[in-house]
């Protein structure tokens, strides 16, 4: 069985340096937290190896887990369990390797000696400015327990918001895409093959109807240059919402009080207004979508139709001469 040497801190903050056998260097990490000593360094023959901390690295977690999470803490809490035993069990219930990793990580700090919102600020990836203000006012003002009910509905509205939506974009969103995928492939193939056509019927001194021309010279650019500028700007537009949606939003509420019915009223609000906003987005998009399919379509039918009438007139002159 190995000896290490240890540092740490007991719970009045002193440091507390020793030796001790044991097993492997998390079975001395649990022996120690028995004793109230958070362990901060440990060393083996010769060799001191640092406690390691992510502090605020990791990935994002998802809101469904955060909301599970949150609820779950919520009761915990409500029960009258430790805030330190309360993020050790949740902990360990986490699929997530990340978000077992960050829970971990605000324990260690949190046994520390740090508070939880000063713990969960170190994530801010997983703990957005909005969740830690609510936890530190929670615990300024005594009702951890509320603000954690109060957070994970808000979360679960925000959840099912996302879901409705998603949900209700699929269809025109299916649309959109083959309709775009279908005017691309006319553009680039079928336009071209057109344009030789008349060219040939109505020889190379004629010039093709206006219409015609620019439906021709939009071709062109797709076909070109201009179709990889256009798909780059769209990446570049996607790429830009995404991390203004990452950007952290929320404001703190000024009074602890007023938090728990502030937080109420926009659970409310969403679950109030989540349909007949999708109903209205629906209603808005349906008749655009019709109208903007109907009108470029339209508009390239005419523009390949117009040179046959040229064509047609020209017969006719010439057949009445």
């Keep these: 069985m ?38 901060t360094s440990v060393k083996e023959k010769g060799r001191e190896i640092a406690v390691p901390k992510l502090g605020g690295r990791g990935k994002k977690v998802k809101a469904k887990d955060l909301s599970i999470f949150t609820r779950q803490f919520s009761v915990m809490i409500d029960a009258g369990l430790p805030l330190v035993q309360c993020l050790e069990i949740l902990a360990q219930q986490q699929d997530s390797k ?19 919102a000063a713990a969960m600020a170190r994530h801010p990836k997983v703990f957005d400015h909005l969740f830690v203000n609510m ?27 996302r879901r409705d939506v998603i949900s209700a974009m699929i269809y025109p969103a299916a649309v959109i895409v083959i309709a775009v995928a279908v005017i691309t492939v006319i553009m680039i193939f079928v336009i071209p093959s ?3 056509i008349f060219v040939g019927l109505l020889g190379p001194g ?24 256009i798909l780059a700007a769209l990446v570049g ?26 937080l109420g009223k926009i659970a409310d609000f969403y ?40 064509l047609i007139g020209k017969m006719s002159q010439g057949g009445g001469h």
């Design 237 to 262: 537009v996607g790429v830009g919402l995404r991390f203004y949606y990452r950007t952290p939003r929320g404001q703190r509420g000024e009074q602890t009080g007023a938090l728990d019915a502030m």
């Design 135 to 161: 936890i530190e006012a929670g615990e300024a003002g005594g009702i951890l327990d509320l603000i954690l009910q109060r957070l994970s509905t808000y979360i679960e509205k925000i959840v099912k918001l």
């Design 271 to 310: 679950e109030q207004e989540v349909d007949s906003a999708i109903a209205s987005l629906l209603t808005l998009i349906e008749p655009v979508m019709i109208g903007f399919l109907g009108v470029t379509i339209g508009g390239i039918v005419i523009a390949m139709y117009l040179p046959l009438f040229t």
């Design 194 to 196: 057109f344009q030789s």
């Design 2 to 39: 190995p000896t290490f040497v240890f540092k740490g801190r007991n719970r009045g903050g002193e440091i507390i340096v020793g030796e001790r056998s044991a097993d492997s260097r998390e079975v001395l990490r649990q022996l120690l937290r028995r004793e109230q000593v958070q362990l």
């Design 206 to 229: 004629e010039q093709l109807p206006l219409p015609t021309r620019i439906v021709v010279n939009i071709s062109e650019f797709i076909a070109g240059i201009g179709g990889l500028i």
């Design 98 to 116: 990340n978000f077992q990793q960050v829970l971990t990580d605000v324990r260690q700090d949190v046994e520390e000696g740090a508070t939880l």
